[in-house]
């Protein structure tokens, strides 16, 4: 088992978690420029998959309803993509795997409620992502 640390001094926040879904094949945090969050609850895009067009594939454990989300299919770029995929019914709560697609970015977002997750009202973002 890993463990991962987030602190946040601007908060005053330390979280120290146990990475259960980090081995056996997924990517994790080696710090060889690998996404920490892959395959947490955590996943947002990843910084070189920004480009309209980019797909690329997540793997979601179970008991994703947590994570900020904005909009509603297209989210925002920064929103949780597994929480996400719960909200649009692309997987359940007990986990799975999605196709995440890079669309543009928006000038408004409008959130809602879907199978449990509530997304947020949002601005313009420069980039969108929305499932295969």
């Given at each position: ?84 995929a719960i909200h649009a019914g692309k997987v359940q709560n ?30 313009s973002y420069s980039y969108s992502f929305t499932f295969e």
């Amino acid at each position: 088992m890993r463990y991962f640390v987030l602190a946040m001094a601007s908060l005053g926040l330390l979280f120290v978690g146990a990475c259960c879904n980090c081995g056996g094949g997924g990517t994790t945090s080696d710090w060889s420029g690998e996404d920490l969050f892959a395959n947490t609850c955590f996943q947002t895009v990843p910084v070189d998959k920004t480009n309209a067009g980019d797909t690329f594939e997540v793997t979601c454990p179970a008991d994703c309803t947590f994570g900020s989300v904005w909009g509603s299919n297209p989210y925002t770029g920064d929103s949780n993509i597994c929480s996400a995929a719960i909200h649009a019914g692309k997987v359940q709560n007990a986990g799975g795997t999605v196709k995440v697609k890079i669309v543009e970015g928006k000038e408004e977002y409008k959130g809602s409620e879907g199978n449990g997750i509530t997304s947020s009202d949002w601005g313009s973002y420069s980039y969108s992502f929305t499932f295969e």
